[in-house]
């Protein structure tokens, strides 16, 4: 409902009278500063129903939060780290991390909310004109407060008290140290970590579209195939963690197009297995090109040629993709022959 719907006898004797004004200073002078538009009176400043429907609305946003509040912490308390949920369209989550980031999330929304809510509907609604003034203060202005800051600092004997100003300025140097130690709480540092993955010998490359472990005869001529390591579930706890660093992928070449030494006593009936981390900065290579047998990293265009052992043809990347060397068991299907021989991902992870 807005003020064209109010009938003239409820409109507050203001706005008539901005009415009026408008339209004189439209008459005598095209040009003039027309003021403020004429003031719009809400539903809720006219109408008491409307105004506690409105305060209803904005504690029932306000109790909601509280809810989801209180929903955090018991999910907090009660969900363990390990349970996982499948929430639809986005697949399996952490139950504990849903559920936490849903409550607060709500709690956060509902508090924003009701503010807004209350604000629009139930606060003051007057438009209020200020006008603009310079912010440098007076120049007699400037003078006490430069007059007051000597007098204070010749009162307070900084100058002369040498023993409490050292140890003042020790006190404010040091107490930002606080906030540095608290940056140990982003977790322990990685150590070795980074250098190994859950590749081992015996270890099976199984498919990460079909979870099957593969086969030499499931990698044909000109496919891309990206594996995982045997006993990786996307449930577990870590997989992210173990996947950005182990994913694979496999390639089957012609044995006579492998030009690197090493590629090809690594590989197995031209089939090579690459890691899938770009040595850029880490994106996930997926682009592969069968005909010049290089792949493409979308992030920086980094290219690999996989024919000759994995080396930069173009982008950033500082060094070839790590190769693992890979054979096949006693019932035919692709096996590890131990982890990787250099670190995998971005270049500066060895010089830590
Ligand atoms: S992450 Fe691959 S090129 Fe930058």
């Known amino acids: 409902m807005s003020s064209q719907d109010i009938p003239e006898e409820n409109l507050p004797a203001e706005q008539e009278a901005a009415h009026v004004a408008v339209s004189i200073a439209d008459e005598k002078d095209p040009f003039a500063d027309p003021g403020l538009p004429p003031h719009e009176h809400r539903i809720q400043d006219i109408d008491e129903r409307a105004a506690r429907r409105s305060e209803r609305m904005v504690a029932l946003l306000f109790t909601v ?26 697949g399996h989550l952490s139950a504990l991390n849903f559920t936490l980031g849903l409550t607060l999330g709500v709690a956060l929304f509902c508090i924003g909310a009701g503010a807004v809510h209350w604000a629009r509907t139930l606060m003051s609604d007057v438009e209020i004109a200020d006008e603009r003034h310079p912010i440098e203060a007076e120049p007699e202005v400037r003078a006490k407060v430069h007059a007051d800051f000597k007098q204070g600092a010749k009162e307070s004997a900084i100058g002369r008290r040498k023993l409490i100003r050292n140890t003042m300025f020790g006190a404010l140097t040091l107490v930002p140290l606080s906030g540095v130690i608290l940056l140990r709480d982003l977790g322990p540092l990685p150590g070795t970590s980074l ?71 690594w590989s197995h009936e031209g089939i090579v297995a690459y890691s899938k981390i770009c040595t850029h900065v880490g994106c996930p290579i997926s682009l592969y090109e069968q005909q010049t047998h290089h792949v493409l990293c979308p992030c920086h265009q980094s290219t690999f040629d996989l024919s000759d052992g994995a080396r930069v043809i173009f982008g950033p990347a500082g060094h070839a993709l790590p190769q693992l060397r890979i054979g096949v068991n006693d019932e035919g299907y692709l096996q590890a022959l131990g982890d990787f021989e250099e ?10």
């Open 65 to 90: 939060s509280m809810l989801a509040t209180v929903g955090f912490i018991a999910a907090y308390v009660g969900i363990p780290r390990d349970k996982s949920i499948f929430v639809f369209p986005i």
């Open 343 to 352: 670190p995998v991902g971005p270049a500066f992870w060895e010089r830590g």
């Open 195 to 265: 250098r190994h993955t859950l590749w081992s010998k015996g270890k099976l490359l199984v498919n990460m579209n079909t979870n099957q472990p593969l086969r030499p005869s499931d990698v044909q001529v000109g496919s891309l195939t990206f594996a995982k390591p045997e006993g990786l579930e996307d449930t577990d706890e870590e997989f992210q963690t173990e996947i950005a660093k182990a994913a694979l992928m496999i390639v089957r070449l012609q044995p006579d197009n492998i030009k690197d030494k090493r590629e090809l006593e």
